[in-house]
């Protein structure tokens, strides 16, 4: 069942960059969050999202959120692609999958691609915004309108 607009982020385990157990429950409810999901470290979209979310940090971070980045690679490729491209923001490890199960996040071009969505909740937990696009660059205006707005 997928992740509605109006629902509580789901709880979750993972491993970060470093390796460390990473706990949503640390972050769900604190301060609002936006947490995508993407197919593949090192891919041009993907660098290109990455590095945009990158090049608005500062701006999520001055609204109090914090912005979460979620795929199956490794935490060794998570580790080269964020020490490559200086991404500031936490990056999850989900090698088998559970946490894109667990949100509902489709698969593209006929199942093959693993989906992009941006989902963004407030300082409760609560989804406010999903944005399901494969056009990577897209998902950054989208989530920080989406966190003004929660001002």
Do not use: W
């Not at 490729?77 to 894109?100: E, G, V, W």
């Amino acid at each position: 069942m997928a992740i509605k607009v109006g629902d509580t982020i789901p709880n979750f385990t993972a491993k970060d960059t470093k390796g460390n157990d990473f706990d949503s429950q640390n972050l769900v409810g604190q301060k609002p969050l936006v947490i995508y999901f993407y197919p593949k470290d090192n891919t041009p979209g993907c660098t290109a999202q990455a590095c945009s979310f990158r090049d608005q940090y500062e701006d999520f971070k001055d609204m109090g959120a914090e912005v979460i980045g979620i795929s199956s690679d490794s935490t060794a490729s998570h580790q080269k692609f964020a020490n490559q491209y200086q991404l500031p923001f936490i990056l999850l490890s989900d090698p088998d999958k559970k946490i894109r199960h667990l949100f509902g996040v489709p698969t593209d071009l006929l199942g093959l691609l693993p989906g992009r969505v941006t989902y963004v909740a407030d300082k409760n937990g609560m989804v406010t915004m999903i944005f399901d696009s494969m056009k990577a660059v897209n998902h950054i205006p989208k989530a920080l309108e989406a966190i003004k707005k929660l001002r």
